[in-house]
């Protein structure tokens, strides 16, 4: 069987429930929006490992694993930001709101050699 991996992004955010049932809210609480001003260092290497360990995997499986779709381009253009908490500033992905770069980026792109 051949796998498409679809709509790939990495919460950094705090949540207190999983899934993403669109649908379900939570309330607007400043603890649940940390990073208004910018995601900190250790929190974007987080997330550059996080990516880092999945694309390995699916690389490892490569046979199976035949296409990996982002949900979107750049942290500004996320569903996440807003959601689940109104108002809220997410970073899930592999290009900032400026589009530049972030550190997941890189390491997605060094397994490739």
Known sequence: MKVIIT???IEVLPRTFQGAD??????????LNPYVN???DSIQQKLANDYESLLKLFLK???KVTRVTFWGVTDGQSWLNGW???????YPLLFDREFNPKPA?????ALKK
């Open 61 to 63: 499986h490569k046979n």
């Open 22 to 31: 669109v649908s379900q809210r939570m309330k607007s609480d400043p603890s």
């Open 84 to 90: 689940p908490v109104p108002g809220r500033t997410n």
């Open 7 to 9: 709509e790939l992004d």
């Open 105 to 109: 980026f890189y390491k997605v792109i």
């Open 38 to 40: 910018g995601l900190p």
